[in-house]
């Protein structure tokens, strides 16, 4: 026999006898294309998530925070008065530092009163320690009496540069209220007259994540000291930006011997049931389509045995001249192997080609069904991201391949098997 009869016959029982294009084959190629590009479009989704929500975090938030004992785990209103020890300690360490203060609050703007949250920096600091002030549309610079607004709730309330808000501490004005030991409510009069803070908006960014952008307010640190009731130069926190934001063992430990008292909190620790979330999805999504492949090679078994049945004769006739049961085997399992492999080609291709245009078709999407597809209320990105990694495309192409040769394996031995007499004998 010649040595690559197989391979000749597998691609001749792969193109029907008087059209172009085998039904049967395309069907059986579209199997692995829908599994395989469904997988890519999703993997890269999942993974792009994973990046741009770790990106923008670490462009908005500090690598580390040094909170006061009791912090923010009881709700306490605990404050570091001095921080330039730490301030110092974190100099030492080659890490950049900036106090903050940070509390929720109610915004007013005309009648429109919304619950947000402050953030008080020191704009010279702030700079070393987060990437806000390239996202400043205006000015960065706040002084008292200035502020700066996401983009999201400018949108959302009708705000532009130049407008003016009242800001309402709601620590203050619960400060005349005190709860009894039988759980009983007791109002304290107090001489002091509450005012809220005016400013006015001097700049508007855009971090990119809707949880910042819509509703994070930016004040200048004293004035949010004034705010909540603290002592100037006083802060809730300091944060931290370190030279490697993955490798902060070295200096979390060397602080945490510093101030033993105080709590101190990494970046991957304040998120870390966000990204165990995201890893998890991913993990789940990737195992359910997965079942997609194998449904897929259920479809190329299917069509095979078809041919080996639609075959029968042939087969017998090829194995009285002298083939092999392991050539005739060969035969079929070449045939899924090219299946799977053209199935997985054009998967990826269509999968890539989805996350090219991931966006418009998003917009087409809503368009159709006149619901958003991507609501950043939900998804906390404004654009939907994708991250294609090489290693990922490896993995789901020889997964796809592999499961396909697999479901060729049942005709291929069915076909192995025949007997010569029998397949002469059979009808077809």
């Known amino acids: 026999m010649y040595p690559n009869a197989d391979i000749f016959l597998a691609f001749r029982y792969l193109r029907p006898k008087r059209t172009l294009i085998s039904v ?9 294309v829908l599994g395989v590009a469904l997988l890519v479009i999703v993997t890269a989704v999942m993974s792009g998530f994973d990046r741009d929500i770790r990106e923008r975090i670490l462009g908005m938030q500090a690598h580390l925070h040094v909170f006061p004992p009791r912090g923010l785990d009881t709700g306490s209103a605990a404050v570091i008065e001095d921080p330039d020890p730490i301030l110092k300690e974190l100099r030492k360490l080659g890490a950049h530092g900036a106090p903050v203060i940070e509390g929720p609050i109610l915004l007013q703007w005309k009648q429109q009163v919304v619950a947000k949250y402050v953030k008080g920096i020191v704009p010279k600091l702030e700079k070393t320690v987060s990437n806000l002030s390239g996202a400043v549309r205006g000015r960065f610079a706040i002084r008292e009496g200035e502020a700066l607004i996401g983009e999201e709730m400018a949108a959302q309330l009708g705000l532009t540069i130049g407008d003016h808000l009242l800001i ?13 030991a039988d759980g009983r409510v007791k109002v304290r009069r107090t001489e002091e007259v509450y005012l809220p803070e005016e400013v006015t908006v001097a700049g508007i960014f855009s971090m990119g994540l809707y949880e910042y952008d819509s509703s994070i307010v930016i004040l200048n640190l004293d004035q949010a000291a004034e705010l909540f009731g603290y002592d100037w130069g006083a802060a809730t926190s300091v944060q931290a930006r370190t030279p490697d934001p993955f490798h902060l063992e070295g200096i979390e430990s060397a602080l945490r011997k510093a101030f033993p008292r105080y709590r101190v909190l990494s970046w991957q620790e304040a998120n870390r049931r966000l990204f165990g979330a995201l890893r998890v ?3 789940l999504m990737s195992f359910l389509l997965f079942f997609i492949v194998v449904v897929a090679a259920f479809g190329i078994s299917g069509t095979l045995i078809t041919v080996v049945v639609q075959k029968t004769r042939e087969i017998g006739i090829l194995k009285a001249v002298g083939m092999t049961a392991g050539t005739v085997a060969r035969i079929f399992v070449v045939e899924g192997a090219v299946i799977g492999v053209a199935g997985t080609t054009l998967g990826i291709a269509t999968g890539l080609l989805v996350i090219r245009f991931r966006d418009r078709i998003a917009e087409l999407l809503s368009t159709v069904m006149g619901v958003e597809v991507f609501p950043k209320e939900l998804y906390h990105l404004t654009s939907i991201p994708a991250r294609v990694v090489p290693s990922d495309l490896g993995r789901i192409a020889l997964l796809a391949v592999g499961i396909c040769i697999l479901g060729a394996l049942v005709p291929a031995l069915y076909a192995s098997f025949l007997s010569p007499a029998a397949a002469l004998h059979e009808d077809n």
């Open 24 to 32: 049967i084959t395309l069907l059986s190629v579209m199997g692995p």
């Open 168 to 180: 309402h501490a709601p620590a203050r004005l619960t400060r005349g209220i005190q709860w009894t």
């Open 281 to 283: 999805e991913k993990n």
